[in-house]
């Protein structure tokens, strides 16, 4: 199905393989000067968008692209998430996976296609960018254009920001991500105080293999309970943890994934992820034919030098409580160390709801500091 407009933007439906091709490669021109953008992975796009992924059980969503003069100029998704609506009572739908040249007139009829899309099926506002869900890639870069993105989270030119808000849409929520020196990570002296105050109570292990679907569905537990009042919160499902999970530990040392007890009992963990963007940046997006032997060649022989906390939690009943930090700090060292033994020299830990005042502390007297920040957006329909 295709819409025309007066202006020679043509907004192709997203239907089967070839389109979807399409869909997929969109960024390629967009970025084509961009130093700082890292391709991703073709074959991963195609299982990230297949309809096996445990998200589209619990979501239903289209895409489209926008051609002028026979050429793709830009993309746009919109999802309906049931699991969203369950625990937010705001008939929002989302956008995503959003890209386009600075065109007026193509910016204008993407966003058409998915807000009458959402609008159609009842949703009352449009809030995103998510990629394709909450738990997943999200938000629009507005500062750090100057460095490429870290595995997992995303880049943009400058003028996305700007031209969403010329279409409506307000910011709602900012994310950080915050830069850590893994060799000059030192511990506070009042921290340190309170660990040696709860070492007795508190251990923390490293991801035990032979016990994954255990492990897995523990974390899976702790990351629902801690983040379950924040903003726009959807749980984990069982299957779409266990597929990130099966994805994780493909690339993920199992020191790299750190779980805290309390009297014995799972309480907070850590997920760091060296960060792969280092070794695909030059690969285009392909594997074949020689690109899965350079990917495995250079994480088992030049290692990134950089990783990602994508994922961290701590139960609520321990987080305005002296045990939070103590949790929070002693992971956090225990991957940071982890990472520092493989050769890590920064880690990045992102994203942080800018209002999370009590883990930007923590990040902060750690040495971190803010080096990019994303912003979501929202519009009434």
């Known amino acids: 199905m295709s819409n025309k407009h007066s202006t020679n933007v043509l907004i192709e439906t997203v239907s089967g393989k070839k389109a979807l091709n399409a869909f997929i490669k969109v960024p390629w021109d967009i970025y084509a000067k961009d130093p700082c953008w890292v391709p991703p992975l073709i074959s991963e796009r195609k299982q990230a968008l297949s309809a096996s992924q445990p998200y589209f059980q619990h979501a239903e969503w289209q895409a489209w692209v926008a051609y002028k003069d026979g050429n793709p100029v830009g993309r746009i998704s919109a999802q309906i998430d049931k699991l969203h609506l369950q625990h937010n009572d705001n008939f929002a739908g989302f956008f995503g996976l959003f890209e386009a040249m600075d065109d007026e007139a193509v910016t204008t009829a993407l966003f058409e296609a998915a807000e009458n899309w959402l609008s159609e099926r009842g949703m009352k506002r449009v809030t995103g960018p998510f990629n394709l869900g909450i738990n997943q890639d999200l938000g629009i870069l507005v500062e750090g254009f100057e460095t490429p993105p870290y595995v997992m989270s995303g880049h943009a030119p400058r003028y996305y920001g700007p031209a969403l808000e010329r279409h409506g849409y307000e910011p709602v929520q900012t994310l950080l ?134 994922l961290m939690g701590v139960r609520q009943k321990y987080q305005n409580t002296r045990f939070g930090p103590a949790l929070a700090f002693m992971t956090i060292k225990g991957v940071i160390d982890a990472g520092l033994a493989m050769g890590l020299e920064r880690v990045e830990m992102s994203w942080i709801l800018d209002h999370n005042h009590g883990v930007r502390n923590i990040i902060e007297s750690l040495g971190g500091d803010i080096t990019k920040r994303y912003c979501m957006y929202e519009k009434e329909l």
């Open 177 to 310: 991500a915050y830069g850590l020196n893994s060799g000059t990570l030192t511990i506070p002296r009042v921290m340190q105080a309170l660990i040696q105050r709860s070492g007795d109570r508190i251990k923390v292990r490293n991801l035990d293999r032979r016990n994954k679907r255990a492990e897995l569905e523990s974390m899976r537990s702790i990351f629902n309970d801690a983040w379950q009042n924040n903003w726009n919160f959807v749980p984990f499902t069982r299957q779409e943890f266990s597929a990130i999970g099966k994805e994780l530990l493909m690339i993920v040392p199992d020191d790299f994934i750190q779980i805290a007890t309390i009297d014995g009992q799972d309480a907070a963990f850590i997920v760091l992820l060296p960060n792969i963007n280092e070794v695909i940046a030059d690969l285009n997006g392909r594997l074949l034919p020689f690109g899965w032997a350079k990917l495995l060649w250079r994480l088992k022989v030049r290692s990134p030098k950089s990783g990602r906390v994508p």
